[in-house]
C-alpha cells in the first residue's frame, strides 16, 4: 500500500465511534482534528480498537506510532470514563531495541498525553533514577522545563505506582521480570491491568537474538495472563 494515500481524520473517527470523544482535546497543532491521517493509520485504528493484532510495516516518517499510540490512549479514556483510570498498573508495555529509541519517543508521547493528567506513563531503563528528587533535578537540567503531571520519573514511583503505560528495552524487561522490587508491575492488585503490548523496530530482532527476544515476551504473556482475562492485544512496527 502507498504510505501517503490519505485516509479519514481524527474528527471522522470520532464521529464513527472508532475514537473516544475527548480526543478532541489533543493539542490542534500537533494532532488537527480535520487533518486527513494517511490510510494505513486510519485502518490500524479501526483493526486495533476492534482487538486485532497488528503488525504496521511502512516508511520512515509514516506515523507508524501513532499506529499503536492512539489505539493505547482511546482504551485508557474509555477507562477514565469508566471510572477505573485511578487503578495503577501497567495497561500497555512499550518495547524499544535501545534507549535512544526509548527517550526519542518520550517526547511524542509527553505531548499525546498532555491533555490527560490522570494518564500516567515512565520510562524504566538503566537510565532511570532511583530517587524523585534526582529525577527531577536531571529532567529539569536536560530539557529546560517541569515533567508533566503525568510523567512518573523515578524506579520508586514506578515500582509504588505502576504507571498506565510502561517503556523500557528488552533487556531491561529480562531484569524487571526477576527483580523483587520490580514485582508490582506484573502481580497483585496493580498487574491485573495488562492489555497492550507494542515492540518498536520488530524486524531488528532476527536470529538469536528473535529467538531470545521471543522467549522473554512469552514470560511475560504468561505472567500476566495469569492475572487477567483474555490475551495481550500485540502492535509490531
Not at 527531577?136 to 537540567?141: C, L, P
Not at 510502561?166 to 524487571?176: H, K, Q, R
Not at 508491575?185 to 531470545?212: I, N, R
Request: some cysteine; overall charge neutral.
Amino acid at each position: 500500500m502507498q504510505q501517503h494515500t490519505p485516509g479519514g481524520t481524527l474528527s471522522e473517527l470520532v464521529h464513527d465511534g472508532v475514537l473516544h470523544p475527548d480526543f478532541d482535546v489533543l493539542d490542534p497543532d500537533l494532532f488537527p482534528q480535520q487533518r486527513p491521517l494517511y490510510r494505513h493509520q486510519e485502518q490500524a485504528l479501526r483493526k486495533a480498537v476492534n482487538g486485532d493484532n497488528l503488525v504496521v510495516a511502512t516508511g520512515t516518517g509514516s506515523g507508524k506510532t501513532e499506529c499503536y499510540l492512539f489505539p493505547i490512549l482511546n482504551h485508557l479514556l474509555n477507562e477514565r470514563t469508566a471510572g477505573t483510570i485511578n487503578k495503577p498498573g501497567v495497561r500497555a508495555l512499550l518495547l524499544y531495541p535501545m534507549n535512544a529509541l526509548a527517550n526519542d519517543q518520550m517526547k511524542r508521547i509527553r505531548s499525546l498525553f498532555e491533555p490527560y493528567p490522570e494518564i500516567t506513563f515512565g520510562r524504566y531503563t538503566g537510565e532511570t533514577e532511583h530517587q524523585r528528587v534526582r529525577a527531577v533535578a536531571k529532567f529539569r537540567d536536560q530539557l529546560q522545563t517541569e515533567p508533566p503531571p503525568g510523567e512518573l520519573l523515578d524506579r520508586a514511583a514506578i515500582q509504588a505506582n505502576p504507571p498506565h503505560v510502561l517503556l523500557t528495552n528488552f533487556a531491561m524487561l529480562e531484569y524487571l521480570l526477576l527483580r523483587p522490587q520490580d514485582s508490582s508491575l506484573f502481580d497483585g492488585p496493580s498487574g491485573k491491568h495488562w492489555s497492550f503490548l507494542t515492540l518498536d523496530e520488530v524486524h531488528v530482532y532476527d536470529g538469536a537474538k528473535g529467538a531470545e527476544v521471543g522467549m522473554l515476551l512469552r514470560r511475560v504473556r504468561d505472567r500476566v495472563n495469569a492475572t487477567k482475562r483474555g490475551a495481550l492485544q500485540c502492535f509490531g512496527t
